[in-house]
């Protein structure tokens, strides 16, 4: 995630970077750092920006399921942590998933194949994504 994703998921959310800090458990000055491209953006801070932008735009009757979009086969499916929990709306959270037929390493390498994702990218495209300039990226 970069800090212009950052930024959009924020204001998507409708929080200030105060507002923000004490959802994610982290410090104003650490979400400042985010939004300016400083720091890099830990994957637990990523995961949880993500599940919140998810709670925020999630509609069971247009839910994208991961299972469906991957036309995935009866075996993958039992193998999957995303069919055996029944998220797969939210396949992107969980980690383990069987994507293009096999498990990804960890949540850089997941989150690279996720990105370019139906599942995710409904999502993103749920928020009406647009383009922050810098002085949106301070409020």
Request: a positive charge.
């Amino acid at each position: 995630m970069d800090s212009i994703e950052f930024v959009r998921i924020r204001k998507t959310l409708k929080k200030t970077q105060k507002q923000l800090s004490e959802l994610l458990g982290v410090s104003l000055k650490a979400v400042r750092s985010y939004e300016q491209g400083w720091r890099t953006i830990p994957v637990n801070v990523e995961r949880l920006l993500y599940f919140l932008l998810s709670r925020t735009c999630y509609n069971a009757d247009n839910s994208v399921l991961c299972w469906e979009v991957k036309e995935c086969p009866e075996e993958r499916k039992k193998n999957c942590p995303a069919w055996e929990f029944r998220s797969g709306h939210m396949c992107w959270f969980v980690n383990g998933t069987i994507c293009e037929g096999t498990a990804q390493k960890n949540w850089q390498d997941k989150m690279k194949m996720c990105r370019s994702c139906e599942v995710l990218t409904a999502l993103n495209s749920d928020t009406g994504e647009t383009h922050l300039s810098t002085d949106m990226m301070l409020e």
